[in-house]
C-alpha cells in the first residue's frame, strides 16, 4: 500500500485515507487532498530526521487538518451554489404576506411547521413534503411564496426558468434538467423553484417527440428528490395547471399542490401598506384605494405604485416643491392599471382548485 504515494486514482486514495484514519472522504476530495499529504510526509521526514512513511503521514494529516478538510467541502458547496444563482432571502418577505391568504396557512401547516419543529413532526410521524407545485392566474404572487418559504426557512433559493434550460438547444433540455436537480439534490437547505412549469411538463398526449421526453425525464427525477436525504424542496410553478401531463397530477409525485388566486381585502392591503411604507405620501384612504382595486393582484398593485410614484416624481420635478402622494393620486392612476383578474379567470381558477388542490 506504501506505494500509492507514486500514482493513485481518487477511488485509491479514499481507499487508503479510510485504511489510515478511518474517515470516509469523497474521490474528488481525496484526489485534492492527496498531495498535500505527499507534501507533509516530506515535511514531517525532515522535521524528525527519518522517513514517517505515507501511512504516519496520512494519519497525523487527517488529524491536525481536519479543518482544512471541511473547509475544502464547504469551498465546493459555495462554488457550486454560486454556479446556480442561489441566494438567500430575508425572512421579512413571509411579513408581507396576509395571514389572512389560505395559501400561506396552508404553506405554513404543511411546509414550514414539520421542517422546523422537526422532533414533533417526527413523534407523529408527519412527513414534511419535498415536492410542491403552486397553480394560479398570473402575478398572483406564485414566485412571491416560493421566495417567502425560502426567507422563513432561511434556505438557499435558486429559481430556474424553462429559456435557462434551454440555453444549449431544446434537444438538451431534458439533460440540463437533470443534471440541475442532481447538483441542487447534492446540497442541503435548498429551495429549488422552477417557474413556468407547464413549458417543462406539459401533456404528452399530443407533444412532439423533443417534449415527451422532457417531461418523462421529469417524471424520472421527482421520486429521485423525494429520496434523498438532503433538506430540500423541489416547488414549481404554472399558471396553467391543465397543460401539465397528467401523470405529473396523481398522487405519489407531488406532495402539494397548492393554489395561490385572487386576493381578499386584508391581502390587498397587507400589500398596498408594504408599497406605501416607501412612498412619499400625505393622506391616504386606504379604505376607499382597497375598494376599488377589487380585481388586482399582487403584480397589478406593485405596478400601481410604480405608476403613482413616477407621477409623483415627474410632478415635483417640475413645479420644483414637495408633492406628496394622496388619495386623488392613486384615484387618478387606477383606471390606467389594468386589472389582471377577470371574473371569468376567477371562475376558472375555482374550477381548478377543486379539480387539482392536494394538500
Not at 157 to 162: C, L, M, Q, R, T
Not at 242 to 271: E, H, K, M, S, Y
Not at 321 to 334: A, S
Request: hydrophobic share 40%.
Amino acid at each position: 500500500m506504501e506505494n500509492i504515494s507514486n500514482a493513485s486514482s481518487p477511488k485509491d486514495c479514499t481507499s487508503f485515507i479510510f485504511e489510515c484514519t478511518g474517515q470516509k472522504v469523497e474521490p474528488k476530495i481525496a484526489a485534492e487532498l492527496w498531495p498535500k499529504i505527499i507534501q507533509h510526509k516530506w515535511v514531517l521526514s525532515e522535521k524528525l530526521g527519518r522517513d514517517v512513511g505515507i501511512k504516519v503521514a496520512c494519519l497525523d494529516f487527517i488529524d491536525n487538518v481536519e479543518p482544512m478538510h471541511q473547509d475544502l467541502h464547504d469551498a465546493q458547496r459555495i462554488q457550486l451554489l454560486k454556479a446556480l444563482g442561489a441566494q438567500m432571502v430575508d425572512r421579512s418577505i413571509w411579513d408581507t404576506i396576509s395571514d389572512t391568504q389560505p395559501p400561506k396557512q396552508i404553506v405554513n401547516r404543511r411546509i414550514i411547521l414539520p421542517l422546523t419543529a422537526i422532533e414533533l413532526a417526527r413523534k407523529h410521524a408527519v412527513i414534511p413534503p419535498r415536492t410542491i407545485i403552486f397553480f394560479g392566474p398570473p402575478g398572483t404572487g406564485k414566485t412571491h411564496f416560493v421566495r417567502a418559504i425560502a426567507g422563513i426557512l432561511q434556505w438557499w433559493y435558486i429559481e430556474v426558468s424553462p429559456s435557462t434550460l434551454m440555453a444549449d438547444g431544446e434537444d438538451r433540455l431534458g439533460a440540463n434538467l437533470k443534471t440541475l436537480i442532481e447538483k441542487a439534490g447534492n446540497l442541503d437547505e435548498v429551495v429549488l423553484f422552477i417557474d413556468e412549469f407547464e413549458e417543462i411538463a406539459g401533456s404528452r398526449d399530443h407533444a412532439s417527440r423533443i417534449d415527451k421526453s422532457i417531461t418523462n425525464e421529469f417524471l424520472k427525477q421527482v421520486p429521485l428528490v423525494k429520496r434523498r436525504e438532503k433538506k430540500n424542496l423541489l416547488v414549481c410553478a404554472t399558471n396553467y395547471i391543465r397543460q401539465l401531463d397528467a401523470a405529473l397530477l396523481r398522487p405519489g409525485r407531488f406532495d402539494c399542490i397548492i393554489p395561490v388566486g385572487g386576493l381578499d381585502d386584508q391581502g390587498r392591503r397587507t400589500i398596498f401598506e408594504h408599497y406605501l411604507r416607501d412612498t412619499n405620501r400625505g393622506d391616504v384612504d386606504v379604505d376607499k384605494i382597497i375598494s376599488m382595486i377589487a380585481l388586482f393582484t399582487p403584480a397589478d398593485i406593485e405596478y400601481l405604485f410604480l405608476k403613482v410614484r413616477q407621477l409623483a416624481f415627474e410632478r415635483e420635478y417640475n413645479k420644483g416643491e414637495d408633492y406628496r402622494v394622496t388619495t386623488e393620486t392613486f384615484v387618478e392612476m387606477i383606471p390606467t392599471v389594468p386589472p389582471t383578474l377577470t371574473d371569468e379567470i376567477i371562475e376558472d381558477f375555482k374550477q381548478d382548485c377543486a379539480n387539482y388542490t392536494r394538500y
